[in-house]
DNA sequence: AGAGCTTCCGTGTCCGTGCACGATTTTTTC
DNA sequence: GAAAAAATCGTGCACGGACACGGAAGCTCT
């Protein structure tokens, strides 16, 4: 594998013939070359086995790639906090790789600030972009804008029904709930189950926790058909009043011991648990919040299934990289990321 | 973060009155310098935040960075098979800054394999090194010999108690021992556990399954210290010797139901298994090989608990890269994979 | 004081590619 | 068929850094 003579363009215009200026021309179709030696330019290519070197021409055209990842305001201990974390993981191996990312937050309750936020992506013309489809419409409108002028992007988390994307990188959702039920109920003989939901907001219109609910019902229909299932809404802006939704759910249901959420936000119910011991309870959330993981540490979270947003963010942005710098399309458009089963015994090194 | 003027070595030299060549030989520290001017270059750098241009000084050397991979043998399905893929998972992201990786092979059995293999290593002249201690003695001239040469070296899998590497990358196995005996039992009134182990060759002498077995017991004594535990030892090359030993466990024992293995071949003892069905039965075992994660699909194995091979390895070329290109030394020298889970449920992605 | 040595430093070329500019050839136009 | 326009091509510099080479200055020694 060692390459030991580097080809270079100069090579390719010694044996054609030509100068490296029509060489570069021919590399980077930019016209001005006549039929002629456009064709022996190319099989002179082929017959080296050129390969560009991409130093050299970073180097010469010092311009660095922007890549713009478009998420919604990481506040500290959220979901899409993890995410943000996870454009560290690339600032060393592909910065240096000659591109710099930027990162754009809007208020996942105000679709005018994605709006806004997306607007400032574009005048940033960035190289490519990373989001996540939060408002179908105004994300559709947005991808059209980016298509429009050739702008590549990535989507992560979810994904909506278009297809210009260049990759998606995230969990698959129905088997997440398959998964989730399983580990909530698997080796026992489970007779009633809770399901703990989040009133959403009218404008949220991108709702994974749906796919994931199927596929927990389609589960508990296959393997335990005769559990009963209930489920309560509570208001994440009202803690006092998640605990009085709790406390009247279980004055009559006592002999409830299981507790799924299909949403990051299981820490929301936690206080409650921690003030409400069960030695049968069985609970399982999902993502690797801090709050989440503190739970699972004191054994009042069972299980949490988590979906590596970090790589996601990595992954789609090192795709773009590679897109923008070597034009290389990724292999699949779609990668599924794999779902990991934390319990209080591998949370440690997570 | 937009780092509009970028600072150059010209700019230091103009700053401080000196040439290029001199900011060159500070920046390298290759001597004849005079100790003022040496402090002159030194202030400016700090002043101006230069950083060098990597893609110049790549373009520049010339020189492309050799990684060696000094593993044991991949025979397909095998657990080495799983740490090389992970060398491919670096070729686009990181090849691409400048860097070629070689894998030196030995067999696992033959201590003058490795022997040998070493040398072709330091034959080669690598810039960095990742391998994973099987022999501990030769391991260690092996690894005294990069001190002299000041090649880096990275271990993975496990770790010897020496000190010089650069970084490690590995499971926390004692915690994996733990993990697994959880996944074993939780939930359940295990009264019978059976431990099947491979007899060591004489030669082998570090063997992770030593930490993870007491990790294991450490678990039953504290969660079920009535539990009675009985090992088995099979050799790997005999499957009808596998059969006969498990045949005749199994007679005297028909009341165990739970079995685990604390090495990557628990997919060895499948075949038994499938012709000797038991509803009851639970079976966990370590490492994604593919007839291990053909036995999760089936049903035959309940869990495998995953250390991700591939990334261990390429976290330690990333890491061998970073300090040959950038000289930047690892944030920290000891780092703990996670253990992955893996039922049916969540082996598709994986 | 001049030869011989160190020590220190500047100049210049090269790495491989991008691109602007101008030169040359071919085609079109009248 | 000459002038004008278009198509095609070559030259040369720039990017930022590595390194060889040779020159200048200071020092020691006879």
New interface residues.
């Given amino acids: 594998?060692?390459q030991n003579e580097k080809i270079t363009i100069n090579d390719i215009a010694r044996r054609t013939g030509l100068s490296k200026g029509t060489v570069d021309r021919v590399l980077h179709n930019r016209g001005e070359v006549s039929r002629k030696s456009y064709a022996r330019v190319m099989e002179a290519i082929q017959e080296l086995g050129y390969e560009p070197?991409?130093?050299?021409s970073?180097?010469a055209k010092g311009k660095k790639h922007l890549i713009a990842i478009l998420l919604p305001a990481h506040e500290s201990g959220t979901f899409w906090d993890l995410a943000v974390s996870g454009i560290a993981l690339t600032t060393?191996?592909?910065t240096?790789?000659?591109l710099?990312t930027?990162l754009f937050e809007y208020d996942q309750y105000d679709i005018d600030s994605f709006r806004s936020a997306g607007a400032a992506v574009l005048e940033a013309e960035p190289s490519g972009v990373v989001l996540a489809p939060m408002f179908q419409e105004a994300t559709t409108a947005l991808t059209e804008q980016f298509q429009e002028r050739g702008i590549p992007y990535c989507f992560i988390d979810s994904r909506p029904d278009t297809n210009g994307y260049l990759a998606y990188f995230g969990m698959?959702l129905h088997?997440s709930g398959?998964?989730c039920a399983?580990q909530l109920t698997r080796?026992?003989d489970v007779s009633s189950v809770l399901i703990i939901r989040v009133r959403r907001d009218r404008y949220q219109q991108s709702d994974p926790t749906v796919n994931r609910r199927s596929g927990f019902l389609d589960y508990m229909l296959e393997h335990a058909p005769e559990c009963k299932i209930d489920n309560v809404f509570i208001d994440p802006n009202d803690p006092a009043g998640i605990d009085q939704v709790l406390e009247s759910f279980f004055a009559g249901h006592p002999d409830v011991h299981h507790i799924v959420m299909f949403n990051s936000r299981i820490h929301l119910v936690v206080p409650f648990l921690r003030s409400h011991p069960d030695p049968e309870r069985r609970v399982v959330g999902f993502d690797n919040l801090k709050a989440n993981m503190e739970a699972l540490r004191d054994g009042t979270v069972s299980v949490l299934i988590c979906q590596r947003p970090e790589e996601q963010v990595r992954l789609a942005i090192?795709a773009l990289?590679?897109h923008a710098?070597?034009g290389?399309l990724p292999a699949r458009k779609d990668h599924?990321?794999?779902?990991?089963?934390l319990?209080r015994?591998?949370v440690?090194?997570?």
């Fill in positions: 594998m060692v070197n991409i130093f050299a970073l180097l060393d191996s592909v240096s790789a000659g710099e930027k698959p088997k398959y998964l399983d080796g026992q090192e990289a590679e710098i070597l290389k599924f990321m794999h779902m990991d089963i319990t015994f591998n440690e090194d997570y």
